[in-house]
Each structure stands twice: as structure tokens, then as C-alpha cells.
């Protein structure tokens, strides 16, 4: 069974995304990265990171992008 749509289309978007983050100000990034980004949580224990996404996050980038 291949990859659904969305897959792909998230595989794609990430493959662009690199040089198009290169060219953001840092006041851009930290924008992109308040919209997508819930949380960060790190346990110094375990010598672990989690990141919570929001779940509307990717639609509003792309609402902003196509407007």
C-alpha cells in the first residue's frame, strides 16, 4: 500500500521547506513557529524533547501563504 495524499503532500512541502525557512528574518521564524508549536517540553532525567504541535497549525500557514 503507497502513501496516502496527504503523505505525500507533506513530503513534499518539507522538501521545500529549508530554503524557504534560509530566507525568513528571524521575526518570520518565530512567527511560523508560534503558529505551529504548542509546547516544548524537555526532561533533563531522561535526557528527553517533546514537541506538541497544534493541530490546526499547518492549515493556518497555509491560509496566511495562499492569501
Known amino acids: 500500500m503507497g502513501a496516502s495524499r496527504e503523505e505525500r503532500d507533506l513530503t513534499r512541502a518539507m522538501g521545500m521547506f529549508d530554503p524557504i ?8 521564524q518565530a ?3 508560534r503558529l505551529l508549536v504548542a509546547g516544548v517540553g524537555y526532561d533533563g532525567k531522561a535526557g528527553t524533547l517533546a514537541v506538541t504541535l497544534r493541530p490546526s497549525g499547518i492549515q ?3 491560509r496566511e501563504v495562499g492569501s
Open 21 to 28: 525557512w534560509d530566507a525568513l528574518i528571524p521575526r518570520e
Open 31 to 33: 512567527r511560523i513557529l
Open 60 to 62: 493556518a500557514l497555509a
